[in-house]
């Protein structure tokens, strides 16, 4: 079993910045892949980034360029720092951790707005 809390999230003007966080509890945390997704209103969840056990990192097409994950092996968290944000982004934000087909894990979510 793997707990995830975030924080971070918040409201910001077109063209600002925000970093999220994800802390996690657990056991063989370093084995998970770290993800982030966001939903917005009336849309399904979708992938944002993500970084293996490997340190391998992607990003989707809508934010590749603009936001930037990464981790802390040692905490035990994953973070997503999001610049020159756009009303686009608007969303609630979750991470997820993930290994294998069987086990995956959510957080809470944190609600991102984006409007001047």
């Known amino acids: 079993q793997v707990r995830l809390v975030e924080s971070g999230g918040g409201l910001v003007q077109p063209g600002g910045s925000l970093k999220l966080a994800c802390a996690a509890a657990?056991?063989?945390?370093?084995?998970?892949?770290r993800a982030w997704y966001r939903q917005a209103p009336g849309s399904q969840r979708e992938w944002v980034a993500s970084?293996?056990?490997?340190?391998?990192?992607n990003y989707a097409d809508p934010v590749k360029g603009r936001f930037t994950i990464s981790r802390d092996n040692a905490k035990n968290t994953v973070s997503l720092q999001m610049d020159s944000l756009k009303s686009d982004d608007t969303a609630v934000y979750y991470c997820?951790?993930?290994?294998?087909?069987?086990?995956?894990?959510w957080g809470q979510g944190t609600q991102v707005t984006v409007s001047s």
């Open positions: 970084i293996t056990k490997a340190g391998n990192i």
């Open positions: 997820n951790w993930s290994f294998g087909p069987v086990y995956s894990y």
């Open positions: 657990g056991s063989r945390l370093s084995a998970y892949t």
